[in-house]
């Protein structure tokens, strides 16, 4: 038998139209990650001007009268929590969290009612409602989550809905989405490769980067080459200043693993008794979590509504505008909006509470740079919030477009991931993804349980808010 003859022209050609270079169904994938990867884009910009129209109503309301928000502000909670209490009950949240339970869960029906075009428009509109209503969220987490659901109904639309492909296009709409978000390119690689997935496949570095640089683009085109919290020109001396280090990462590190631990669903103590009462009266326990905001609200003078981006900015700035209590007082709000059950997310509001720990902690070493010890500190507490610290390094050095506290950024979130772990043993997005997981698969179970034998089980674990319901088999077409 005569071997192929493989050193000819045509045979070249051959394996060329077989390469992926040329491959049809190789350029569908690639053009669809392009153009969703625009749209991605003008959504995250498009969202973030709406975010910033929302709460600026909300403030414009607060200088009329500060009064107005123990109206408002219940109010926007309960309708939320009623707003999703059915088929937009994945839009709870912080939206992170369903991106990587879908990642990690291959099953279409659970993506799809993760993921659906349905879910990331009611994303959007809704947490567009919370800032409106002056909830403590932010709009990072929710751009993740369309991010993710955008991609993923693109490519089930034309054709890649089998799991790997379907994985790819989430992973790309994520990371393309926080990229977006924030303008920070490198931090929506890092945060795909350190949070979403835990891993990365060669082949997918590739598609990933483009759809991060296309989306990317999209949003410098329309806003510009801005930092979020502007360019600032700060650095820390070797010497005692490093102290600072030490001092943020540990302090941060705690409040952030702590934060973490108290937002974690549980089925005893004070979380789990909170979960029950959200159970069983979820629009009373969400307007009461809105009140709450409001009265903590009113021992500060620029209360502790919205993404507390104004606050962490003037801090950073070195302006006395906010209590020296901001940092806890918005910690208390992040729980209370959290606790809700509302959409909307976490980042903004942790670079804020890091802020004003920062704060606090630069009175404490006169040596450092005040602006210098309020950076670390914010890096610190999301590291500790996220123990993503690879993902908090970059995007605070990105925020403010500062290299030279590249080194004491590292090393504070390092140690503050440590610190975390010691009181939030899994990072916080992953726990709550299995924890939608887990609630997921025992809604299945308890419809295949037969009712005589369901009894046995009325101790089920108090779920996470934005656990999805599985689709009824007979509405299946």
Known sequence: MSEPDTGTPASRLRRLADSDLFSPVQWRRRVLFWSGAVIVGLAAVGFAQAADYA?????????????????VTPAMFA??????????????????????????????????????????????ALTLAALLGGASVGREGPTVHV?????????????????????????????????????????????????????????????????????????????????YFGRLDIGLPLGRAWWAVLATGIGCGLAGGLFARLILPHDQGLRGAMGRLRTRHPVLFAA??????????????????????????????????????????????????????????????????????????????????????????????????????????????????????????????LLARAASSLLCRKPVYRALADRLIEGYEQELARRDTPPAAAGDNDAALVEDPATPTPPDPRETP
């Not at 955008?150 to 989430?170: C, E, K, P, Q, T």
């Open 288 to 413: 009461a979590c809105g009140l709450a905001l409001v009265l903590l609200s009113q021992l500060t003078q620029t209360g502790l509504y919205g993404t507390g981006y104004a606050q962490a900015r003037a801090i950073l700035e070195g302006h006395q505008d906010t209590v020296s209590a901001f940092g806890a007082l918005k910690f208390l709000g992040n729980i209370a909006s959290y606790w809700a059950g509302i959409p909307g997310g976490i980042f903004s509001p942790a670079l804020a509470v890091g802020a004003g720990l920062g704060q606090n902690i630069a009175a404490l070493l006169p040596g450092a740079d005040v602006p210098a010890v309020v950076l670390l500190a914010m890096a610190a507490y999301l590291s500790g919030v996220t123990q993503a610290p690879l993902t908090a390094t970059v995007i605070s050095m990105e925020l403010t477009a500062n290299q030279q506290m590249a080194l004491p950024i590292m090393a504070t979130c």
């Open 79 to 124: 309708v939320l929590a009623w707003l999703t209490s059915g088929a937009l009950k994945p839009t709870r949240g912080s939206g992170i969290p369903q991106a990587i339970a879908a990642l990690k869960v291959e099953d279409d029906g659970f993506r799809g009612s993760l993921l659906s075009l349905r879910v990331a428009l009611g994303k959007m």
């Open 147 to 227: 991010g993710a659901g955008l991609l993923y109904s693109l490519g089930r639309r034309f054709g890649f809905a089998d799991a790997a492909a379907a994985g790819r296009f989430i992973l790309a709409g994520s990371a393309a989405g926080l990229a977006a978000a924030f303008n920070t390119p490198l931090a929506g690689v890092v945060f795909a490769i350190e949070e979403m997935s835990g891993a990365f496949e060669h082949r997918m570095s590739g598609i990933l980067l483009t759809a991060v640089i296309i989306a990317g683009v999209v949003s410098l085109g329309i806003l510009g080459n801005y930092a």
């Open 55 to 71: 709460f600026g109503l909300f403030h414009r309301m607060l200088e009329h009268s500060r009064w107005w928000a123990f109206l």
